[in-house]
């Protein structure tokens, strides 16, 4: 039988891999930075966790994992099994008695499941980040996997709008790391709802905010007929395109939005909220917000959000991409589980879209291609000692190195250095030997000298 893999999943080869977790270490060295702490949680959740949290569509997408067999269950079961077994797609795996747990659907529902029931022994305002694979039983096509990472970082237990401040600054300076141009847009639900009251629609304020949403795939044209089919009126949609187009600077866009919203008191608590997250986040990150941009036709999952909303895109001209990164505040989410009040505010990282556009823009470091930066050709023999000994030096010099492990011909060693993609291949023959020296070959630019063995170990560990 000729091997795969299931469909929606992938391999990942050892550059690949490299580069994804060149990615990780770029983002966990900045969440450790702002104060974050790691956390893990199961791969399977029990099914009563996930489901009901999603939504109808998100209940049809979580992997169900059938239990394990009749030793689950005691005797009396047995009969009640074998019948559900005819009638199990129809109940769409719904019984206990054929499955109690599934994969995890995403991060932020275990996240909450663990608050709650940690919330005696975690200290609160809890900083938590995140990077675990995820799986959904969608249909797979181009960018939607059934298994997939996602990236989280979120703080739970305080409502000072310092923590979006933060997570704001964790984005700057984690796409300035990775040598990402991007925007990051922010909006506050508050501020949508006030938009909606602005044009005298605050019943129809979702039907409003999911039109906007679109202006970016259909332009204004295409929203403007989307909202006339949801009932708006012509004065009512000229109100909304005024202040969709409102330009300038985000503090000359929040003094247009606080004259339109001057008789909407959720309107402008919603600009205040904007204004003192960009306050903040001077602060945090000691300079403007250059690359922040308040959009108020963004709207982010309105169910779920309840304060300021973020969304980040690659601003470089070439790349044609959607969001590589979105969160905002969650009033209530540790609710769902019995947990009252705890609100929370989080972000999370595209992983598979931030890889592609790197991809895209040949920006990953080009060091990433191979594990080990020289390979030592072994001739065999004394000279097999002997590069052993270069190879121990070259490793407690913090060296990635590594030697061929047979004496096979000199063509087939230099194919396979070449094929890895080694930036430098040392040489230790009879005469270098004898020298004390090595060959030193740089594959990048061709050129070879002879080396004293210190003089290369101290070279290398330079570089």
Known sequence: MKPSIPQGTR????????????IFGVLRTIFELYGFQPLETPAMENLVTLTGKYGEEGDRLIFKVLNNGLHEKNEKDKDKLNAEWQTMLDRAYTSPVVTERALRYDLTIPFARYVVMHQNELAFPFRRYQMQPVWRADRPQKGRYREFWQCDADVVGSTSLLNEAELLGIYDLAFQRLGLPVVIKINSRKLLQGLAVMCGYPEKMMEITVALDKLDKIGWTGVTAELEQRGIDAKAIGQLEMAIMENGTNSEKLDAYERLMANSEIGMAGIKELRDTLAYYEGVRGGDAANISVDISLARGLNYYTGVIVEVVCSHPDVKMGSIGGGGRYDDLTGLFGLKGLSGVGISFGIDRIYDVLEELNAFPAQLATG??????????????????ILRQLREQGVAAEIYPEAA?????????????????????????????VGLKNFMTGVQQLIDVASAVSMLSEN
Not at 11 to 22: G, I, L
Not at 377 to 388: A, M, T
Not at 409 to 430: I, S, T
Request: charged letters at 35%; hydrophobic letters at 35%.
């Open 372 to 389: 080990a930066r020289v390979m030592i050709v072994n001739f065999g023999g004394e000279n097999e000692k002997y590069g052993l000994g």
């Open 11 to 22: 391999d990942f080869s050892p550059e690949v891999v490299r580069k994804r977790q060149y």
């Open 409 to 437: 011909k000199f063509d087939k060693q230099m194919k396979y250095a070449n094929k890895r993609g080694f930036e430098f291949v040392m040489l230790p023959g009879d005469d270098e030997r004898a020298a004390g020296k």
